[in-house]
């Protein structure tokens, strides 16, 4: 399995070579790469039927036992399907849809990454794994979104996918590790087995609300619903394959994936079963309300999301079933008629169902297609669609889920409605001004949505082909066998009267829909007033606030900057230790040595004389004193080698101090006396505060000190006696490379700053003289250069 997301990802490194040498061709050789995967998935079909272990385990970290682990089961099976397949359809649609464009390659490269990060999503069988492959869809996702980052409007669709999806992953994170934890694994297959205790366990809501929130913002669920239209501004190749089997049903699949861990609980049913109704009634209604043909498909979307959420909240295994064939249905569907739009935009370069007709005649094939997706959306017979919508409406048909069925009646009427306006409009009724020459396109815009609409129909009329792959999924999602006998036709019972119903109701809204104006402009400001405006309202607040705390923190004082660090370093220790530092100190022996008391004297009267120096040569020597002092109190500790060390740094430190004093301009400014008390009381703080976090450490110490470990291992692993050798070179051997690189880079601009030599002062008015503009006298670069020195507020407190 590694192998696959391997050959898609190369795949996608090669596509913007395969656009150069043989054009939009290309996407019909690029899509055997997951036409093989497809039918590769098709040969283990009959082992994931028999139950048979088929998974994939790289060791990431062995020492965590945390793994890269991928397993195929009867729902990674039926969602694998699902993206390789409408992925080779895709691809091939996309050469038609960008022939001749320069960003064919690079759409080929972002689809196939898309395509590779979701195989990995819904074939992972780590939490860890998972979470990766699901940052990465919204990563491509982005990119695919914002195809066209030359507007402004792509861009800023792209971003608010990126943060609605983005945030959710960041709440979905801690939800996975805390399931791990409390799972006591992060195998989604071992956590199976630990499901009921991970259902009586204390953290339990706590997982669920996290885990819940990152699937509903994935797929597009209330509120969290306005991203999903918004990216209608993508090219519609990429709306088709991230509304069809991808990205907006990988919440879906995460919320699938783990009911037998998480599911079977009131809290299951009351957080997922409402949100679900809601998002399914609110995008049926939606989507009469726009006139863009993507548009209105995106809302559909939204409505059959709601629907599969709404199932799998119920959890009953009839549901389950019906949300797998549902979700079959839709990815037929919606996948034609995404692609259908597509043809219809790229013929007449409108999407306004206002200014569309007449295109029957015109695009025949492509009407033929946009039919079959059309009745199946509907749920017409004999296609899949009806198929699923049976099963739908049998599955909730009991006394106690008659609200459910009732808003899945109303909310299909509205699809059936939408519908009308998008395989209706467009195709019959006069020609328009925009489609007079209207045209249909080459076989890569057509074949692909024709396939899907047949492909829908076939599986309606033989509706038993799937009922095994469906009753694999369902056994995957429930944890045990379930039967499904999905068929075409059941006789007339209640189930059938209500798909009719449906129907009629459908077909009569369509014919009444300019009725529904006035009730929309009713509407209007409720939904003016929607998750959209509040979503608006946070980046507009969060953008000022970044820019308030920036002027605040990033102002170019480095003052400001010192301050802030200092401050909150101080105020961390106190509010984390508090007393406990007082309590702690009482302890420490006081059993100093005079020798060591008169160099600590030392230190502290240097100090003293370093602040009160009036020259700079006095402020450096007492500096120098204070470093020698602390070398002293190494020798006196046994740390020779770091004494030495010390000795030579403060050597080197002296002298370059003194080197570069003396080539700088006398500098008689001072800081005034209310500065220089400021600055005297956050030394003293956090000279205190870092005294005491120190000896206070000394008093806590819980475990065998480390050093005793280097002393044991220093021989033996690093093959060294001096221990701090052995330290340096072999235990922390990157960080002193690090340390060697600094010092390096150090040295380069100490160097350079003593060779440097101030420009001469006629070559420097030359170039003033130069510039004829009255800018140059008030730039204050130039007048730096001018004056060769500018005082500013960053000296004040030298």
């Known amino acids: 399995m590694f192998l696959w997301l391997l050959v898609i990802l190369t795949a996608g490194i090669l596509a913007p070579a395969v656009n ?155 939800g996975l590790l805390l399931l791990g934890v409390a799972g006591n694994s992060f195998e989604i297959s071992t956590l199976v087995g630990n499901a009921e205790a991970i259902r009586q366990h204390s953290l339990y809501v706590p997982i669920l609300l996290m885990i819940l929130v990152g699937a509903f913002t994935k797929s597009a669920q209330f509120p969290f619903h306005f991203w999903l239209p918004n990216a209608m501004a993508a090219p519609t190749p990429i709306s088709a394959y991230l509304h069809s089997a991808t990205m907006v049903k990988a919440g879906v699949y995460l919320i699938a994936r783990l009911h037998p861990v998480l599911g079977g609980t009131t809290a299951w049913f009351w957080m997922i079963a409402p949100i679900g109704t809601i998002t399914m009634a609110l995008g049926a209604v939606l989507a009469l309300r726009a006139t863009d043909l993507k548009q209105i498909l995106a809302y559909a979307t939204i409505s059959v999301l709601g629907t599969l959420t709404m199932l799998l909240g119920i959890g009953t295994e009839a549901t389950l079933t019906a949300a797998l064939a549902v979700l079959v249905a839709h990815a037929f569907y919606k996948g034609g008629l995404f692609m259908v739009a597509g043809a219809v935009d790229h013929a007449v370069h409108e999407r306004d169902i206002h200014k569309l007709g007449g295109l029957r005649s015109a695009m025949p094939v492509t009407f033929v297609a946009a039919c079959l997706a059309g009745f199946s959306m509907s749920g017409v017979l004999p296609t899949f669609g009806f198929v699923a919508k049976e099963a739908w409406y049998e599955a909730i048909g009991h006394l106690a889920e008659i609200p459910f069925l009732t808003a899945s009646i109303l909310s299909n009427i509205g699809l059936v409605a939408a519908v009308g306006l998008v395989c209706v409009k467009p195709f019959f009724a006069e020609r328009t001004e925009a489609t007079q020459k209207a045209h249909e396109g080459g076989p890569a815009m057509w074949g692909p949505p024709l396939g899907l609409g047949i492909g829908g129909l076939l599986l309606g009329l033989m509706p038993t082909r799937i009922s095994e792959l469906l009753a694999a999924g369902s056994h995957a999602v429930t944890g045990h066998e379930v039967p499904v006998h999905l068929a075409l036709w059941h006789g007339v019972n209640v189930t059938l009267l209500l798909s009719l119903l449906t129907l009629a109701g459908g077909i009569t809204l369509y014919w009444q829909r300019h009725r529904l104006g006035g009730i929309y402009a009713s509407l209007n400001p409720v939904i003016h007033y929607g998750p959209s405006s509040v979503y608006a309202w946070l980046l507009k607040n969060v953008n000022q606030l970044a820019r308030v705390q920036t002027a605040i923190l990033q102002n170019g004082y480095q003052r400001f900057y010192l301050y802030t660090m200092i401050g909150i370093t101080v105020f961390s220790v106190w509010i984390a230790l508090g007393g406990r530092i007082f309590s702690n100190l009482d302890s420490l022996p006081l059993d100093y040595r005079v020798h060591e008391v008169l160099l600590v004297g030392l230190i502290l009267a240097a100090s003293f004389a370093a602040v009160r120096a009036k020259t700079w040569l006095l402020a450096v020597g007492s500096l120098g004193i204070v470093g020698f002092s602390v070398a002293g109190i190494f020798v006196l500790f046994g740390a020779p080698d770091l004494a030495m060390t010390q000795f030579v740094i403060e050597t080197l430190t002296v002298l370059l101090f003194v080197m570069a004093f003396s080539r700088l301009p006398e500098f008689r400014r001072l800081s005034s006396g209310r500065t220089r008390r400021r600055d005297a009381l956050i030394a003293i703080g956090a000279g205190a505060t870092i005294s005491a976090l120190l000896m206070f450490a000394m008093t806590v110490r819980a475990d065998r000190p480390v050093s005793e470990y280097y002393v044991a291992n220093s021989v033996t692993e690093g093959h060294g006696r001096n221990v701090v050798n052995v330290i340096l070179v072999d235990f922390r051997a990157l960080d002193t490379l690090g340390e060697i690189t600094v010092l390096a880079i150090a040295a380069i601009g100490v160097y350079s700053l003593l060779m440097l030599r101030p420009a001469k002062l006629t070559t420097i008015e030359s170039a003033l003289d130069e510039r004829s503009d009255d800018s140059a006298t008030t730039d204050p670069h130039t007048a730096q250069l001018a004056t060769g020195f500018s005082p500013g507020p960053e000296q004040e407190g030298v």
């Open 20 to 174: 150069r040498l043989i054009g939009s061709r290309g996407g019909w050789c690029l899509a055997l790469v997951p036409a093989g995967v497809f039918t590769y998935l098709l040969k283990l079909w009959p082992s994931v039927m028999n139950q048979e272990e088929i998974s994939a385990h790289i060791d990431w970290v062995p020492a965590l036992n945390l793994a890269v682990s991928l397993r195929l089961d009867g729902l990674s099976l039926l969602f694998g399907l699902m993206v390789t397949g409408i992925g080779a359809l895709i691809l091939v649609y996309a050469g038609g849809y960008l022939k001749g464009d320069d960003r064919l390659g690079r759409l080929w490269m972002l689809l196939l990454f898309f395509m590779m990060a979701m195989l990995g999503l819904v074939l992972a069988d780590n939490l860890l794994t998972l979470f990766i492959f699901w940052e990465l869809t919204s990563i491509t996702s982005y990119l695919l979104i914002g195809f066209n980052s030359d507007r402004p409007e792509s861009r800023a669709s792209a971003l608010q996918a990126l943060l609605v999806t983005g945030g959710g992953g960041l709440v979905l994170l801690p």
